[in-house]
């Protein structure tokens, strides 16, 4: 997946087909259609928009080869074409999945007709619902204490949409584990720069995971070749995947952690979550040190 001008705000160059979204854009006649096969417009794209055509209709198709579910929104530019369906299509594909979306009909058969499309989509189900009252784990190994250099709604990168997040001051090196079930949808471990400066800001490391209510979780700034599970893995709460680093916009090592949904337009937001610790279940507060139960 190409990668994009927008994660957060020290991930800027990170994730644009997913998280705001390029518009594609398809334009096909009759002559066109006759002269070439109707796998050429499928391609072999992750995500993909396919036209199968019938003796008196049309029919428009999403294929999303993705791991994960998309959001797509589709426009279509039509010439002796009709449909009772309404544009733009704005919906959700599951993964791995294909969804017809469009039925299109001939307004007169004996003239010549014009299809035009364009789409974008993001990672992820905007219909997304978080379980609010799940209690994640602690990112870090039982037993050891860390605190939250920057937590909730802070004035320095945690405000927006990413007001929901968290950094634990975690060393360079310290073993991250995962604070909830789910599946690995993508990373990045290729890095080995940061700081506090602007040119850093494309260069973190991080892990993605998909949860089964939808949402996702990142841990970022990790080191490089800092990560240890796959994309598509499934994996589970306490499991050991990867290092807390110093990659990226930084002003030092530590673990950000961010659990959030697709938003309507493109983009996520942050959301706030509840934490098992050693003295219970429990909101984190920035200045405060916590320990892993």
């Not at 940061?194 to 700034?221: C, E, Q, R, V, W």
């Not at 995947?241 to 961010?258: K, Q």
Request: glycine share 8%; with cysteine.
């Amino acid at each position: 997946m190409p990668k994009s001008i927008y994660k957060y705000s020290y991930l800027l160059a990170a994730f644009c087909k997913k998280y705001i979204g390029v518009w594609y854009l398809q334009k096909l006649s009759l002559v066109a259609f006759m002269l070439m096969p109707l796998m050429l417009f499928q391609g072999n794209e992750p995500v993909s928009v396919f036209k199968v055509e019938g003796e008196d209709e049309i029919y428009v198709y999403v294929r999303n080869r993705h791991i994960y579910p998309i959001t797509i929104e589709v426009q279509f530019e039509l010439e002796n074409l009709t449909s009772q369906d309404q544009f733009p299509f704005n919906g959700v594909i599951d993964a791995n999945d294909q969804q017809k979306i469009a039925t299109l009909s001939y307004q007169n058969k004996s003239e010549s007709w014009k299809y035009g499309s364009r789409y974008r989509y993001f990672m992820g189900d905007i219909h997304a619902k978080h379980d609010s009252f799940y209690a994640y784990r602690l990112p870090f190994k039982k037993g050891l204490a860390y605190r939250v250099n920057q937590g909730y709604n802070s004035t320095f990168t945690h405000k927006d949409n990413l007001s929901y997040s968290l950094d634990f001051d975690m060393p360079e090196g310290g073993e991250v584990y995962a604070a909830r079930d789910g599946l690995v949808v993508e990373f990045e471990e290729s890095n080995n720069l940061g700081g506090p400066l602007d040119k850093y800001m494309d260069k973190a490391n991080y892990l993605t995971i998909m949860h089964s209510d939808g949402t996702f979780a990142d841990y970022i700034h990790l080191k490089k070749d800092g990560v240890l599970v796959e994309t598509g893995q499934e994996i589970r709460r306490g499991q050991l995947i990867g290092y807390s680093g110093n990659t990226g916009f930084t002003t030092g090592p530590h673990l950000h952690f961010t659990v959030k949904k697709t938003k309507q337009g493109g983009g996520f937001v942050s959301l706030p979550v509840r934490f098992h610790t050693i003295d219970g279940v429990m909101k984190l507060e920035e200045g405060a040190l916590y320990t892993a139960y």
